[in-house]
């Protein structure tokens, strides 16, 4: 079961049972070319995105004009050199910022109408976040760390189920400090979804990490993807993970200048870079 905003009205939720509960966690794998199956539900409707930082005297252009349309079970990948408004996207996908101008609705509902309820309710019960660097509490085991989470959210997973899912039911009671940082991060990635999100966010998930380590992360990140069909947004400034995406987005300068879809996508093991 998952948390569901009625269209123009934030506070009202509705507990609501969708396709996705009935689909077990020990699903066998989805051919590469599941994109057919794809739902074609629109969770988010961006439209003339802006953003533009005030810091003294500069103005920062980082978003000029973004459209954009992202459907339920996609796994879409943004690539973009450093600074081309990546993160910045991101974040207000997120709820984590706002666009200076345009308007974005998350499922018909309207994410740019001002009010910080309607963003933390949207960050709480909606959303993922998996950053570059893992934001793990030091003192806290791996199964701690996602049950803060699981202990506030509505109908979340056990800790236990989400840490199967990226594949650590054998890091438990591990710290941090005693993980690698592939580990650490499927930990940080386990966190993010026990709540059961509707979207996961990823911004540069492998960043710190050498390529082998990286790929067991985007392994998990697509299992879940797959497992739980969740839209899922990698953002990279690494070409080869386009190869893992149904879909491409190519941002420059704050604009999407190109999009592709994938036919197939191969599996994260298969990536080289
Ligand atoms: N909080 C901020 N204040 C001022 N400028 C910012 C801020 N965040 C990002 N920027 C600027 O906006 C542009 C886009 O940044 P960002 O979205 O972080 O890009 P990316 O994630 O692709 O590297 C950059 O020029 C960056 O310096
Ligand atoms: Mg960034």
Redesign the pocket.
């Known amino acids: 079961m998952i948390l569901i905003f009625q269209t123009g009205d934030p506070a009202r939720m509705e507990h609501r049972s969708t396709s996705r509960e009935n689909k077990s966690v020990s699903l066998p794998a989805a051919p590469s070319s599941h994109s057919i199956a794809l739902s074609q539900q629109r969770v988010f409707e961006a439209r003339g995105l802006k953003k533009i ?1 005030h ?1 003294g005297e500069l103005d ?1 252009v ?1 978003l000029q004009g973004v459209n954009l349309d992202f459907h339920a079970g996609e796994l879409v990948v943004l690539l ?10 991101l974040n207000i996908l997120g709820g984590l910022d706002v666009p200076t101008e345009g308007g974005l609705r998350y499922k018909g509902w309207d994410l740019t109408d001002g009010t910080e309820r309607t963003l933390t309710l949207f960050r709480r019960n909606c959303v993922g976040f998996v950053f570059q660097f893992y934001n793990l509490i030091p003192s806290l085991t791996a199964r701690e760390n996602v049950a803060l989470i699981t202990e506030i959210a509505p109908d979340p997973m056990r800790p236990e189920e989400a840490l199967d899912l990226v594949g650590l039911s054998h890091r438990l009671d591990h710290f941090p400090s005693q993980l690698s940082g592939g580990e650490q991060q499927r930990v940080a990635i386990a966190r993010a979804i026990a709540k059961k999100p509707e979207v996961l966010l990823c ?1 540069e998930p492998t960043g710190a990490l050498d390529i082998t380590t990286g790929i067991t992360v985007l392994e998990a990140v697509e299992q879940i993807n797959r497992e739980l069909g969740t839209l899922t947004l990698i ?1 990279t400034h690494n070409a080869a993970m386009a190869e893992m995406a149904d879909r491409v987005l190519y ?1 420059k300068d ?1 604009q999407i200048v190109r999009e592709r879809t994938n036919e197939t996508r191969l599996p994260a093991s298969k990536l080289e870079w």
């Open positions: 930082y810091t920062v980082a973009g050199a450093s600074g081309s408004g990546k993160s910045t996207l911004d953002i941002l704050g």
